[in-house]
């Protein structure tokens, strides 16, 4: 049975125009996303309603794209899929200009802080500072939530058409449990159902709460900051908190006031703003889509890997754009261009504007971009530990310094990721140990990215880029490591593999290993800049 259309998705039939098979591709992500970024083929099936031979092509044409990996009997959104959220929130400019101050605020505060933005009836969270507690208020970035049920969906509402209300109204009418929602739990039979009220205080107020409305014991106070010229709200700055912390009176009297002076730095820093210097677009996708094709066959839908790169044509500098632009980007057909333009302004991806240009909407960041926005340095690495155990037959791992040592004597590393070879010889270090970081491979790699003059020793490992140490841990323990860097060139992390003298020499080591070591790391790091482009992705 084809899944049930939710009231927030498109309704009515596409235009003779669309891409079909671009209108299932999205229809898989989307329905991925909802499921937190996991399901079998046979659950999507299910799901989408597609036939089980179109579900395999569009999952094996998104995995050659590597928004998605077939991990044993499952399907699997990866961080490579956070590229079209990327496109949205960098041609948006908000995070990156106003990010700063709300992570500023939290720490004042410590107190969680987001931004988010309207999504039809909807609000669509673009930022988040959380604070690391067991008990943590957060929603991740790209998440959805009823408008009547937050603290930024009255001042949102504020601005609505007659229009903009009696989409509200029908939505609400259909699914008046919100079970269309999955980033919140369902309505409460007895909930109260005064948002029209809240609207007009929000309009009077200028600001406005959440008291319980998401779930019991979250509170949240909200602030509009609004664009330069027209005053409309670009988006609405929350402090979230529990119950056990603050009430909702407490967030009113105690925290409004900080909230609304980080408001007006932001509304400062928005006006003072240089414009954004446009950075240089995709290349050659046409031509990878094309000869993906002639490699995979049929297996391979290059309509929808088509259509999926025009959403990447868009970024900083590169906010709206003509027809002819999106072609030039991506080096599509202007025909193909325009019927992809004409597919996502039916699925509500993309807005056209007065001037002849398109737009991104908030809806791309629900591409798959919710689940991955909390992921980890450690999540992010197992796959491809594993993969390179598979391809070398060793065990391979991943390191940081351990935390409060880093200037020590006696430095550490700790273990955060790591993958067997199965083998009866083997290393067997459990992730959380902490070791010597003088006596490893892992360590040396570390400790020769610290700033001012090395030792010898570790200088020539910053300068060859790798680190091979024989038998200085244990007897019988060799093993060889490379760097992980983050966007700003920073190492991060360390990546190793490690062996047995009886089966590969120190020469075997730096031929054999280090080229797959090398190629793991740059995937790695290349999952690790697309994920934090937009979102903190913890070392441990």
């Known amino acids: 049975m084809p899944a049930k259309t939710a009231p927030h998705d498109v309704a009515g039939g596409p235009p003779a125009e669309a891409v079909t098979p671009l209108i299932r591709g999205i229809a898989v992500l989307r329905r991925l996303t909802e499921a937190d970024g996991t399901l079998s083929p046979g659950a999507l099936e299910r799901a989408t309603g597609l036939a089980r031979s179109t579900v395999d092509r569009i999952t094996a044409t998104l995995a050659r794209m590597g928004y998605v990996r077939l991990d044993g009997r499952d399907v699997v959104l990866t961080p490579g899929v956070m590229r079209l959220g990327n496109a949205y929130l960098a041609a948006l400019r908000l995070p990156a200009l106003l990010a700063a101050r709300a992570d500023a605020l939290a720490d004042e ?74 980033a919140v739990p369902p309505r409460a039979a007895a909930a109260a159902d005064d948002f029209e009220e809240r609207v007009e205080r929000a309009r009077r107020d200028g600001w406005a709460l959440d008291d319980q409305l998401i779930e019991p014991g979250l509170v949240a106070v909200s602030a509009p900051v609004r664009e330069p010229g027209t005053g409309r709200t670009a988006c609405v700055a929350s402090v979230v908190s529990h119950t056990s912390r603050h009430s909702a009176a407490d967030l009113h009297a105690a925290l409004l006031p900080r909230l609304r002076t980080a408001v007006a730095a932001m509304e400062a820093d928005l006006r003072e703003a240089a414009p954004p210097q446009p950075g240089p677009p995709p290349s050659g996708l046409a031509t990878w889509t094309t000869a993906s094709k002639h490699e995979l066959g049929r297996e391979f839908i290059e309509s929808l890997a088509r259509g999926l790169t025009v959403l990447t044509a868009f970024g900083e500098g590169r906010s709206a754009l003509t027809l002819a632009e999106v072609a030039r980007a991506t080096g599509l057909a202007r025909a193909t ?128 880029g790798y680190a091979l140490v024989d038998q200085e841990l244990e007897s019988g323990l060799r093993s060889i490591a490379v760097p992980v860097r983050d966007r700003a060139g920073r190492v991060v992390a360390a990546l190793n593999v490690a062996t047995h003298p009886a089966r590969r020499t120190l020469e075997d080591c730096v031929h054999d290993l280090l080229p797959a070591l090398r190629t793991t790391a740059d995937h790695l790091q290349t999952d690790l800049h697309t994920a934090s482009r937009f979102t903190r992705v913890p070392p441990t």
């Open 109 to 182: 505060l410590d107190e969680s802080v987001s931004l988010a933005v309207a999504d039809l009836d909807g609000v669509r969270f673009i930022h988040q500072a959380t604070r690391r507690r067991a008990m943590s208020v957060s929603f991740r970035i790209g998440d959805l939530l009823p408008a009547e049920r937050t603290a930024p969906g009255p001042l949102f509402a504020a601005e609505w058409t007659e229009a903009d209300r009696q989409r509200w109204r029908s939505r609400r009418a259909k699914d008046p449990e919100d079970t269309s929602f999955p």
């Open 337 to 464: 261009a325009r019927r992809a333009l004409i597919t996502y302004e039916h699925l509500g991806l993309v807005a056209p504007t007065a001037d002849r240009t398109f737009t991104l909407t908030p809806r791309v960041l629900g591409l798959g971009f919710p689940p991955l926005s909390r992921t980890t340095l450690p999540r992010l690495a197992g796959p491809h530990l594993r993969a390179l155990a598979d391809q070398v037959h060793e065990p391979t791992a991943l390191a940081v310094l351990a935390p409060g040592t880093a200037a020590a004597a006696d430095t550490e590393i700790q273990y955060t990721a790591g993958a067997g070879a199965g083998r009866v010889l083997t290393v067997d270090i459990a992730v959380g140990a902490r070791l010597p970081a003088a006596s490893t491979s892992l360590g040396r790699v570390l400790l020769a990215d610290a700033s001012g003059p090395l030792p010898p020793a570790l200088a020539e490992v910053r300068a060859q």
